[in-house]
């Protein structure tokens, strides 16, 4: 197996290229990179739930920083930064069970020794008294229960006794890591299978003889949108064309090879249609925490149509594009620039963009921004692989999906 510097190396420089394309893959394969580097992690006895989520940590500071627009490698890296946190208080929650059933054992069988009686009812004295009483903070990090320094009688087998707490430490110790790497594994499945997810609610949402719009190309809105027309529903997509890549050009033959009735429109032409409309179903590059949506850029002027003409503005992502971020907080890199070259061809405008004048600055100046933001008011429904949500709903799932600890990703200082 390589090692795991060698694959962070590797993924760290297709990030900084953009040789990944899609919020889908690159989910994806950030969640199997930290999949491995918790599976390569060694751990201690003590403390196991620290080390994996500072390695975690260490990784996910540097995917972030190779490709901050891509929000979607920072929404796995604290997903599993949360995963590792819940299975540890699972973990701890259990053995402070086990120990509880453990002294009750120990008090019945006090019952049957009459010669040590006095010494074990306060040894089940003690351990019940550490067993009632909250855990520590201490006790949670480390993953030992309190109740495990509870004192003991001494006796001759205590050499087999301590062999047999190393033991369950070991155990307990590899229980965490592979009930992470478990939960790792659900999550990749849920990635790979979101689009299944949504389309499944297609028929819930899409009627017979609607028209709907949509901007751009976006594989969840085309999945959806074929999941409607397998289920012999009859509707109209009108594609807004999504200048100046085009590529509502290709989604529109795409769904024409699926049967579908398809218009495709200029982006300019939307005000013009969308009273003909029913519905507008987009995609989302991000929805952020206060349930706004980064989105392919022009969405937003859909959206001001769609609230115009009270036309529903209906969001369809999967739930790996929950980003637990706000729209101003410095992490966030709200947009990306294109090559000018999607707009202009440099042989036809080579003469205004002569550096020898202006003091050495071109007349003309070309910004090809990637992204919209749409504001959580204009957004009328949210369709995720957990199902469908109001903005106002999605402090909840992510309250659900991550930990305020790990909103920022930064390795902790070694510095006291």
Request: glycine share 6%; hydrophobic share 40%; aromatic share 6%.
């Given at each position: 197996?390589?090692?795991?510097?060698?694959?962070?190396?590797?993924?760290?420089?297709?990030?900084?290229?953009?040789?990944?394309?899609?919020?889908?893959?690159?989910?994806?394969?950030?969640?199997?990179?930290?999949?491995?580097?918790?599976?390569?992690?060694?751990?201690?006895?003590?403390?196991?739930?620290?080390?994996?989520?500072?390695?975690?940590?260490?990784?996910?500071?540097?995917?972030?920083?190779?490709?901050?627009?891509?929000?979607?490698?920072?929404?796995?890296?604290?997903?599993?930064?949360?995963?590792?946190?819940?299975?540890?208080?699972?973990?701890?929650?259990?053995?402070?069970?086990?120990?509880?059933?453990?002294?009750?054992?120990?008090?019945?069988?006090?019952?049957?020794?009459?010669?040590?009686?006095?010494?074990?009812?306060?040894?089940?004295?003690?351990?019940?008294?550490?067993?009632?009483?909250?855990?520590?903070?201490?006790?949670?990090?480390?993953?030992?229960?309190?109740?495990?320094?509870?004192?003991?009688?001494?006796?001759?087998?205590?050499?087999?006794?301590?062999?047999?707490?190393?033991?369950?430490?070991?155990?307990?110790?590899?229980?965490?890591?592979?009930?992470?790497?478990?939960?790792?594994?659900?999550?990749?499945?849920?990635?790979?299978?979101?689009?299944?997810?949504?389309?499944?609610?297609?028929?819930?949402?899409?009627?017979?003889?609607?028209?709907?719009?949509?901007?751009?190309?976006?594989?969840?809105?085309?999945?959806?949108l074929c999941a409607a027309n397998e289920?012999?529903?009859?509707?109209?997509?009108?594609?807004?064309?999504?200048?100046?890549?085009?590529?509502?050009?290709?989604?529109?033959?795409?769904?024409?090879?699926?049967?579908?009735?398809?218009?495709?429109i200029t982006d300019s032409a939307v005000?013009?249609?969308?009273?003909?409309?029913?519905?507008?179903?987009?995609?989302?590059?991000?929805?952020?925490a206060n349930g706004g949506v980064i989105?392919?850029?022009?969405?937003?002027?859909?959206?001001?149509?769609?609230?115009?003409?009270?036309?529903?503005?209906?969001?369809?992502?999967?739930?790996?594009?929950?980003?637990?971020?706000?729209?101003?907080?410095?992490?966030?890199?709200?947009?990306?620039?294109?090559?000018?070259?999607?707009?202009?061809?440099?042989?036809?405008?080579?003469?205004?963009?002569?550096?020898?004048?202006?003091?050495?600055?071109?007349?003309?100046?070309?910004?090809?921004?990637?992204?919209?933001?749409?504001?959580?008011?204009?957004?009328?429904?949210?369709?995720?692989?957990?199902?469908?949500?109001?903005?106002?709903?999605?402090?909840?799932?992510?309250?659900?999906?991550?930990?305020?600890?790990?909103?920022?990703?930064?390795?902790?200082?070694?510095?006291?």
């Amino acid at each position: 197996m390589p090692d795991v510097q060698t694959l962070v190396n590797d993924f760290v420089l297709k990030l900084k290229r953009r040789k990944i394309e899609g919020s889908q893959a690159s989910a994806k394969q950030t969640a199997e990179l930290l999949r491995s580097v918790v599976s390569q992690q060694r751990l201690p006895y003590i403390n196991q739930a620290t080390v994996l989520l500072d390695a975690v940590r260490a990784v996910g500071e540097q995917l972030i920083a190779a490709n901050p627009v891509e929000l979607a490698v920072g929404n796995i890296v604290r997903r599993i930064l949360h995963i590792i946190r819940e299975e540890d208080l699972t973990s701890t929650a259990s053995a402070m069970e086990g120990l509880s059933l453990s002294a009750n054992s120990d008090d019945d069988d006090n019952y049957e020794r009459e010669d040590h009686q006095a010494l074990s009812a306060a040894a089940v004295a003690a351990a019940a008294r550490s067993t009632l009483r909250a855990p520590s903070l201490q006790t949670l990090l480390e993953g030992i229960p309190e109740s495990a320094s509870a004192p003991h009688p001494s006796s001759s087998g205590g050499d087999s006794e301590g062999k047999s707490k190393s033991a369950e430490r070991s155990s307990r110790s590899k229980k965490l890591k592979h009930d992470v790497i478990e939960a790792i594994n659900e999550l990749i499945q849920d990635i790979e299978t979101c689009h299944e997810q949504i389309s499944e609610q297609a028929v819930g949402l899409i009627h017979q003889n609607e028209v709907i719009l949509t901007l751009g190309r976006s594989r969840t809105v085309k999945e959806f949108l074929c999941a409607a027309n397998e289920k012999k529903r009859s509707f109209r997509v009108f594609i807004a064309e999504g200048a100046p890549r085009y590529l509502g050009h290709v989604l529109a033959k795409e769904l024409v090879a699926k049967g579908l009735q398809t218009t495709v429109i200029t982006d300019s032409a939307v005000f013009a249609m969308i009273s003909r409309v029913n519905m507008v179903i987009v995609g989302a590059h991000a929805i952020m925490a206060n349930g706004g949506v980064i989105a392919p850029v022009g969405i937003n002027m859909v959206a001001l149509a769609a609230q115009r003409h009270a036309v529903p503005f209906v969001v369809v992502a999967g739930s790996h594009k929950l980003c637990p971020l706000y729209p101003h907080n410095p992490e966030v890199l709200l947009n990306d620039f294109k090559s000018p070259s999607d707009l202009l061809d440099f042989g036809e405008f080579s003469d205004c963009m002569d550096f020898s004048t202006s003091g050495g600055s071109p007349r003309l100046h070309v910004v090809n921004p990637a992204f919209d933001f749409i504001p959580s008011k204009l957004v009328s429904l949210f369709i995720t692989d957990t199902g469908g949500h109001s903005p106002s709903y999605i402090y909840r799932l992510i309250a659900d999906y991550y930990s305020a600890d790990d909103f920022v990703v930064r390795r902790r200082s070694t510095t006291s």
